[in-house]
């Protein structure tokens, strides 16, 4: 027999029967029925329940076992009595009756228990991550995102690509956060950098001759934490293909991501043909470039119902500001005024100025609108609004004014607030955009100039001799100018950033004299970037679709701590091994690095 098992704990079934078996796992839980000991015994693989009577030679031996012991039991396999079957486990139909019991393991008193799933705070979850990994969720959670991976792993080699890694240790590069730098012992003074994304080196494997790549790569940035967002290192489906259009990149990338979802949905649909989005129109529709299409909520520009209107306010903004619109947010089921006035104090909480609204209530056989709003509007306009958005008795509609640019980034969380709020969110779907047509360029208020307004490195969206012969104090023409760049959206999350690159040194150094940045600026920053697309570079593009938050969304979470191994907490601190740590003297010395404390 083996030495610590002839079956794991998920393993028996009523064929099972009369067999003699060794069993090897933690104790789950302990029950002391009338002096028979009934303990659940679990391993990675499920529970078997395992009994001890007077009779039984190990019955002292159990009873001084306790929750998350480690034993080997020998026993023989027998029916469970009628009625105590358990029919939610795949053992539930035998027990085993035990005859030996060897302590492998003692576990001191647990700082949070394992049975169960009741919740408890992040430093002791975090602290006691081992402990939190046994419990049956977070397990499991794990487990599916193995899975996830080998299934994403499957279906890109099927479509022709080749898995190849990058280099950890490398040189800082601009992905927009801060770099994670490590001294060199061998280079005085000299750091390598932790890769925030594998950009440069996929590109130079474009470059290399090889056609299309991928990697399940690890990436490093020092930036703060957020619910979709880890800490310290996250981990990317990294992609990118030669010789390829747009329309090539999304042919490849969608069978992937809708399989990878079918395979994992849980019965949930799954965006078959996913539609693509104008930035703009995301923005207008939306108001936020990573819709949650699931939410049935579209908003609509309302200025011309409002300017020169009685509703002052409104109309005075739209007046004196150009650049100022009305943009209205219909609200199906929201139609009372306790509910409009709950959303208003929400909108305040928030430190807008409000939300003005209209609801509409049945009078005299029509549906009519009500509030201050609908009361200054007038009756005329406040039809209108409702026949607008095919509005009827019990629901409402919201506002807000003033210049997008500024009020945009409240639209999109508005929108959800209100769809989150009446139910009108789908749950049982997974709906997937693309965002498209980014804008390449924008204006910086604040110091005068054009910047990049998203990747520097994307393709501009023209000819190569258009966008040549652009002159860069054309502000309006270089501000219209679209970037070959997309989003792929899945329920309001923002999956991956992709672009088709821009692998034309000319090109790219025009696009970044319009920026500001002169020729010799970007030979020290990219350099070598540069030299390699000198000598003969295919036009290449790609994208990197998140994994932790893909599994987040399959596994049904709402933070990335619940699908991750071993996360930091949201000070990028390691509780568990004690990270980030103070180094030794003599470590320092071998660096040639002192430490300067903040006073």
């Avoid at 027998?78 to 393991?105: F, H, K, Q």
């Avoid at 090539?248 to 693509?276: H, I, N, W």
């Avoid at 991750?564 to 000070?571: E, G, H, I, K, S």
Wanted: aromatic fraction near 10%; glycine fraction near 8%.
């Amino acid at each position: 027999m083996h030495r610590y098992r002839t079956h794991t704990c998920g393993a028996l079934r009523e064929s099972d029967i009369g067999a003699e078996v060794r069993l090897s796992g933690w104790c789950h839980r302990i029950r002391d029925h009338g002096g028979v000991l009934f303990i659940d015994l679990r391993d990675h693989y499920g529970l078997a329940q395992v009994v001890a009577d007077p009779d039984s030679p190990a019955f002292k031996t159990a009873e001084i076992l306790r929750s998350e012991w480690v034993v080997r039991i020998d026993g023989k396999v027998r029916r469970r009595p009628a009625g105590t079957e358990n029919p939610d486990l795949p053992t539930g139909a035998v027990e085993v009756y035990i005859r030996d019991i060897e302590v492998l393991g003692p576990a001191a008193e647990l700082p949070m228990p394992v049975f169960g799933e009741q919740e408890y705070p992040e430093e002791i979850r975090l602290k006691y991550r081992f402990l939190d990994l046994r419990r049956e969720h977070l397990h499991q959670n794990i487990m599916k995102r193995g899975a996830i991976i080998d299934s994403i792993r499957r279906r890109m080699k099927a479509q022709g690509f080749f898995e190849f890694q990058t280099p950890i240790l490398t040189a800082s590069s601009p992905e927009g956060a801060r770099d994670y730098l490590v001294p060199s012992r061998l280079h005085p003074g000299k750091f390598y950098a932790l890769p925030q994304a594998p950009q440069q080196f996929k590109q130079l494997i474009m470059v290399a001759g090889f056609d299309r790549y991928f990697q399940i790569a690890p990436c490093f940035r020092d930036e703060d934490a957020r619910a979709d967002r880890s800490p310290g290192e996250f981990y990317q489906v990294d992609i990118e293909m030669s010789f390829v259009t747009q329309d090539d990149v999304f042919a490849a990338v969608e069978p992937v991501l809708r399989g990878v979802f079918e395979e994992f949905a849980d019965g949930k649909s799954v965006t078959q043909k996913f539609p693509r989005i104008p930035y703009s129109e995301a923005l207008a529709k939306y108001g936020t470039d990573k819709p949650d299409l699931r939410n049935p909520i579209v908003m609509q520009d309302v200025s011309d119902i409002f300017r020169g209107s009685g509703f002052k306010i409104f109309a005075r903004i739209l007046e004196t500001n150009p650049k100022a619109a009305v943009w209205a947010i219909p609200a199906p089921g929201g139609g009372s005024r306790a509910f409009c006035d709950r959303m208003n104090s929400w909108a305040q909480g928030e430190g807008q100025p409000g939300l003005g609204y209209i609801f509409y209530a049945l009078d005299g056989g029509a549906a009519v609108g009500r509030g201050p709003v609908a009361n200054n509007l007038g009756a005329e306009k406040t039809e209108a609004l409702r026949g607008k958005f095919g509005l009827k008795e019990g629901d409402a509609v919201f506002f807000l004014a003033g210049d997008p640019a500024s009020f945009v980034k409240f639209a999109g969380p508005a929108r959800n607030k209100i769809g989150e709020e009446l139910g009108l969110i789908a749950k049982d779907r997974f709906d997937f955009c693309w965002i498209v047509d980014f804008p390449m360029y924008e204006w910086n208020e604040e110091e005068k100039k054009i910047d990049f307004s998203h990747n520097p490195f994307s393709m501009p969206n023209m000819s190569i001799d258009e966008f040549q012969a652009l002159d860069p104090a054309d502000r309006d023409k270089i501000l219209a100018i679209k970037a070959i760049q997309y989003d792929v959206v899945c329920n309001g999350v923002e999956l991956s950033s992709g672009a088709i690159r821009n692998h034309r040194p000319e090109v790219m150094k025009k696009a970044f004299a319009i920026a500001g940045y002169d020729e010799a600026t970007l030979e020290r920053r990219f350099g070598g970037m540069l030299h390699a697309l000198s000598l003969g570079a295919p036009p290449h593009g790609g994208i990197a679709p998140g994994i932790d938050r893909i599994v987040m969304l399959l596994c049904g979470e709402e933070n990335l701590r619940e699908v991750v191994l071993f996360p930091m907490n949201q000070r990028a601190e390691d509780l568990m091994m004690g990270a980030p740590s103070e180094a030794t003297p003599k470590q320092l010395r071998e660096l040639h690095i002192r430490v300067v404390k903040p006073s």
